[in-house]
Structures are given as structure tokens and as C-alpha cells.
């Protein structure tokens, strides 16, 4: 991207003069380097069960602090991949 194509990418419905949507690459990208985690979700008639990787990015971190399992309310849950910080944030404002 060069200095000129900078001002179409701060807007995700502005296209550069190349037909690019600048908001759309980036998100693409960031979806696919940053956790690498994979999680699945079935639900039967009446039970569901989730299953997530599980990666402690440090050894000086306590592995039972990291989850990526969160409980919303009683019936439901929320499983997360990506950055941590920000699925955090999103599950607290749920």
C-alpha cells in the first residue's frame, strides 16, 4: 500500500482508486494469523457440548487462568478464538 492509497483505508465503504476495500483485507488478515485456535460447537436434542484447543503462550502464566470458555448467563455460553483481550471485552459487555 503506498502513502497515497492511506486515506481509503479508514473508511470500510470507501474503495482506493485500485477497487480495493483497505478494512476488509485487514480483517481478513487478522482473522487468519492471529490465534490459529479452532473451536466446535454441536448441539443435540438436549444436551451441547463445546471443545476448544486450550495454548498458554507463556510457561510463567498459570494454565488454568487462560479459558477461552465463558459463561453469559445460565443457558448461555460463549467460546472465543482470537485475541484474548478482546474477547474478554466482548463477553463482559454481553
Known sequence: MSRADS?????????????RLYQMEYAFKAANTTSGLT?????GATS????TQK???DRLMDPTSISSVFAIT?????????????ARAVVQRA
Not at 481509503?8 to 474503495?15: A, E, K, M
Not at 473451536?39 to 448441539?43: I, W
Not at 451441547?48 to 471443545?51: A, R, S
Not at 445460565?74 to 478482546?86: C, I, K, Q, S, Y
Request: hydrophobic share 40%.
Open 7 to 19: 486515506n481509503y483505508d479508514h473508511h470500510i465503504s470507501i474503495f482506493s482508486p485500485q477497487g
Open 39 to 43: 473451536g466446535v460447537a454441536v448441539r
Open 48 to 51: 451441547c457440548v463445546v471443545v
Open 55 to 57: 495454548k498458554v503462550p
Open 74 to 86: 445460565p443457558t448461555v455460553g460463549a467460546l472465543t478464538t482470537g485475541l484474548p483481550a478482546d
